[in-house]
């Protein structure tokens, strides 16, 4: 039986991006990145939604009489409802499409990252090719068609009185597992089938590293910005503590995990 696997705390995993130079660079340089590709696709869908609409939105009905006041205030709710929802979904589906381009520059920071902690039982990548980005980015477009799914699943099971709410943190809290122990999944290859399979196997400690990206993707439209700056340390946090069970999973006993343990610190 292989040894519990020590959980290793997120002021940690700060603490490691932080005191070292490349990590830190590196996280840096995807903030920027993730929130500028996130702001470029936020203006280039709103542009196109607004687009469809045409003038509509811009010519408002006469008020003069009591029909045209009721159409008025009709047409007035619906633009401000169509206003919210449409900026809403332009910056979810932005966000994906940043997550999926910067896909390959996350799974560096998470291989570096783990490279740093499992320090001579890390498992050496392949090598660094066009083939790779482009798989990294499959993978990245497919964990986000993914979770469009869960999103629309979350839509259906929120309207279940009493345990929907709960429901829906607890779908969004495995989602966001999923997005970041992906990086360190995909590094070995995982089919995404082995991915969610991981998922259920360490129920626990999927909803330990998702629960806090779960509840920062739920605060309305300033969740884009938070997320993308504690994306670097959460892909940091996730790729530590999926090494270190994974690393458990090959240790026969106590005596040798002290070692390794001794040996990453």
């Given at each position: 039986m292989s040894p519990k696997p020590e959980w290793i705390p997120i002021s940690r995993s700060m603490i490691l991006l932080l005191s070292r130079k490349r990590l830190f660079g590196l996280s840096f340089i995807l903030i920027l990145i993730?929130?500028?590709?996130?702001?470029?696709?936020?203006l280039v869908t709103v542009d196109f939604v607004d687009g469809l609409t045409g003038d509509f939105w811009e010519n408002a009905p006469a008020a003069g009489t009591i029909w045209g006041w009721f159409k008025y205030h009709?047409?007035?709710?619906?633009?401000?409802?169509?206003?919210?929802?449409?900026?809403?979904?332009?910056?979810?589906?932005?966000?994906l499409l940043a997550y999926t381009l910067s896909t390959p520059g996350y799974a560096f920071l998470s291989a570096t990252a783990e490279k740093i902690h499992a320090?001579?039982?890390?498992?050496?990548?392949a090598a660094f090719t066009l083939g790779g980005i482009a798989r990294d980015?499959?993978?990245?477009?497919?964990?986000?068609?993914?979770?469009?799914?869960v999103t629309l699943a979350a839509l259906v099971v929120n309207f279940i009185p009493g345990i929907g709410q709960v429901a829906v943190i607890l779908l969004y809290s495995?989602?966001?597992?999923?997005?970041?122990i992906d990086y360190p999944a995909s590094r070995r290859r995982w089919?995404?089938?082995?991915?969610?399979?991981?998922?259920?196997?360490?129920?626990?400690?999927?909803?330990?590293?998702?629960?806090?990206?779960?509840?920062v993707s739920m605060i309305p439209l300033v969740n884009i910005f938070a997320i993308a700056l504690l994306f670097p340390v959460l892909t940091v946090?996730?790729?530590?503590?999926?090494?270190a069970i994974e690393?458990?999973?090959?240790?026969?006993?106590?005596?040798?995990?002290?070692?390794?343990?001794?040996?990453?610190?």
């Open positions: 993730t929130i500028g590709l996130t702001w470029l696709g936020f009709g047409w007035l709710i619906a633009k401000w409802m169509f206003l919210i929802v449409s900026r809403i979904v332009s910056f979810y589906f932005a966000f320090g001579e039982d890390f498992d050496p990548d980015i499959f993978e990245g477009i497919k964990i986000a068609l993914f979770g469009i799914v495995y989602y966001s597992a999923l997005m970041f089919s995404l089938g082995r991915k969610i399979d991981w998922l259920r196997t360490h129920g626990s400690s999927a909803l330990r590293i998702g629960f806090l990206p779960a509840l946090h996730a790729t530590l503590n999926f090494s690393l458990a999973k090959k240790l026969p006993s106590g005596p040798q995990q002290e070692s390794i343990h001794g040996k990453r610190d």
